[in-house]
């Protein structure tokens, strides 16, 4: 299972919604010249926000383990990738063998690609799916623990 630590930002009796820290794939973007942290800046990219079911009785500050499932996370990629691609070859396919001149298969293939993102939308939509990718509520997270080692000094 994959696991995250998230911030309960609101809840009640029966939901919360838990907000997760932005990652990074590199150290650097506390820096503030990598530029993936510039355009993030310009473009005001949000924290992810999740709605899930209030089962820890959690409430606003505290800190909590959400997980999701390491196949789930295999077969929705596989899905969010693979099928926009089949769909782009089949369109560019179908023009091809029709006899299709190039701007015709080239504008298949993305006639191919948009049907398959669309299909994949539809795909992760439905109500059942929806409740099967949403992350869980674990536990609450451990608090972190600092141990400082303290030393006296003496002058010789």
């Known amino acids: 299972m994959l696991e995250e630590t998230a911030l309960v930002v609101e809840a009640d009796q029966h939901s919360l919604w838990v907000e997760l820290p932005s990652r990074s794939a590199c150290s650097q973007c506390g820096s503030g010249t990598c530029t993936t942290s510039v355009i993030a800046k310009l473009f005001r990219v949000s924290k992810p926000r999740f709605r899930l079911d209030n089962s820890l009785n959690a409430y606003p500050g505290q800190q909590v383990v959400v997980g999701i499932p390491d ?20 369109g560019a396919a179908v023009a091809s063998v029709a006899g299709a001149g190039e701007g015709i298969q080239s504008l298949m293939a993305l006639v191919g690609l948009g049907v398959g993102l669309l299909l994949v939308r539809r795909f992760t939509t439905t109500g059942s799916m929806q409740r099967r990718l949403r992350p869980t509520l674990l536990r609450f997270a451990q608090p972190t623990q600092v141990s400082i080692e303290l030393t006296s000094l003496t002058r010789s």
């Open 71 to 90: 196949d789930l996370v295999a077969k929705a990629s596989l899905w969010a990738y693979l099928l926009p691609m089949v769909t782009l070859l089949a």
